[in-house]
Nanobody, 122 residues
Framework: QVQLVESGGGLAQPGGPLRLPCTASGNTYAIYDMGWYRQAPGKQRELVATIASGGNTNYADSVKGRFTISRDDAKNAVYLQMNNLKPEDTAIYYC????????????????WGQGTQVTVSS
């Protein structure tokens, strides 16, 4: 079994910071690309940021310069540091990862977390 669990969501002030952690547990023989996605009310889910196992990152244009994705492989974790939050950042944020659960698994499977609500409001 593989589980991805996000936390750290909540209410934040415009311009403020918020940090979202996501931890993988269960059968996690190897974790490859990890990322964060979000879905705002009435909109489709969109990519926020990704980080490869080698450390290369990619960001949506809307969050470049404000958000930072990082990972700690020793903890099977990925983080999203959000700074200078805007009301349009309000969404459910989902953690995503490509995970090879077992040694006998030759290709990774893709997993999603349950989501954590981020609300940016005065």
């Amino acid at each position: 079994q593989v589980q991805l669990v996000e936390s750290g969501g909540g209410l934040a002030q415009p311009g403020g910071p918020l940090r979202l952690p996501c931890t993988a547990s269960g059968n996690t023989y190897a974790i490859y690309d990890m990322g964060w996605y979000r879905q705002a009310p009435g909109k489709q889910r969109e990519l926020v940021a990704t980080i490869a196992s080698g450390g290369n990152t990619n960001y949506a244009d809307s969050v470049k310069g404000r958000f930072t994705i990082s990972r700690d492989d020793a903890k099977n974790a990925v983080y999203l540091q959000m700074n200078n939050l805007k009301p349009e950042d309000t969404a459910i944020y989902y953690c995503n990862a490509d995970i090879r659960p077992r040694l006998r698994s030759y290709t990774p499977d893709n997993y999603w977390g349950q989501g954590t609500q981020v609300t940016v409001s005065s």
